[in-house]
């Protein structure tokens, strides 16, 4: 799976820069709306000049203070439009494999799933007819059942349900890799 390796290290570099970049242009926005909070707060102490000195540095500590809050919520909502879309990125790279590599996905999948062996497997059709028999030969009973799903497979024990499709896996995923993602591309 090395190129897949290098796709993954490709994909994070790439969205290494992305992130820079869009962290690059948040901070100078950012500091635009600083600047022009500075501005503002001048402004009103220069009109509140007949006011008291203390009344005046608070009005200006108050604008500064919310221009900097604004400014850091502008960061924050680019850098988690961001992971969410290396996220996406990640879930496309892994619905979009095929052949060879996508078999081997599923069955290394399947083999550390901790209800694979001995439990339906349930596939979609289009895997059904690539893979039933390599898993059948490999022990694993497949379902005569199929879903609609992108990639992955669903568990069945019983009447208890597995999902292990690509899609659902992120989904509940999601929040730590974005924390690792996070810790990759914001030190």
Same mark, same amino acid.
């Given at each position: 799976?090395?190129?897949?390796? *290098?796709?993954?290290?490709?994909?994070?570099?790439?969205?290494?820069?992305?992130?820079?970049?869009?962290?690059?242009?948040?901070?100078?926005?950012?500091?635009n709306?600083?600047?022009?909070?500075?501005?503002?707060?001048?402004?009103? @102490?220069?009109?509140? /000049?007949?006011?008291?000195? /203390?009344?005046?540095?608070?009005?200006?500590?108050?604008?500064?203070?919310?221009?900097?809050?604004?400014?850091?919520?502008?960061?924050?909502?680019?850098?988690?439009?961001?992971? &969410?879309?290396?996220?996406?990125?990640?879930?496309?790279?892994?619905?979009?494999?095929?052949?060879?590599?996508?078999? &081997?996905?599923?069955f290394?999948?399947?083999? *550390?799933s901790?209800?694979?062996?001995?439990?339906? !497997?349930?596939?979609?059709?289009?895997?059904?007819?690539?893979?039933?028999? %390599?898993?059948k030969?490999?022990?694993? /009973?497949?379902?005569?059942?199929?879903? &609609?799903?992108e990639?992955?497979?669903?568990? %069945?024990?019983?009447?208890?349900?597995? *999902?292990?499709?690509?899609?659902?896996?992120?989904? !509940?995923?999601?929040?730590?890799?974005?924390?690792?993602?996070? @810790?990759?591309?914001f030190?």
């Amino acid at each position: 799976m090395g190129n897949g390796q *290098n796709l993954i290290d490709k994909i994070i570099s790439d969205a290494k820069k992305e992130a820079e970049g869009i962290v690059a242009a948040s901070q100078k926005e950012a500091d635009n709306i600083i600047k022009e909070a500075e501005n503002a707060a001048r402004l009103e @102490e220069k009109r509140l /000049n007949a006011l008291s000195d /203390n009344e005046a540095q608070k009005a200006a500590a108050k604008e500064i203070s919310s221009a900097e809050m604004r400014a850091r919520q502008l960061i924050l909502k680019q850098k988690r439009q961001c992971l &969410d879309d290396i996220i996406d990125e990640a879930e496309n790279y892994l619905c979009s494999l095929s052949g060879q590599e996508y078999e &081997d996905t599923i069955f290394k999948m399947l083999k *550390n799933s901790e209800y694979g062996q001995g439990c339906e !497997v349930i596939l979609s059709k289009r895997d059904k007819e690539a893979m039933e028999e %390599k898993l059948k030969d490999m022990g694993y /009973n497949v379902s005569g059942e199929t879903r &609609d799903i992108e990639g992955g497979f669903v568990v %069945k024990k019983g009447d208890i349900e597995y *999902n292990y499709s690509f899609k659902s896996m992120i989904m !509940v995923q999601r929040e730590e890799i974005s924390y690792l993602a996070s @810790e990759i591309l914001f030190p």
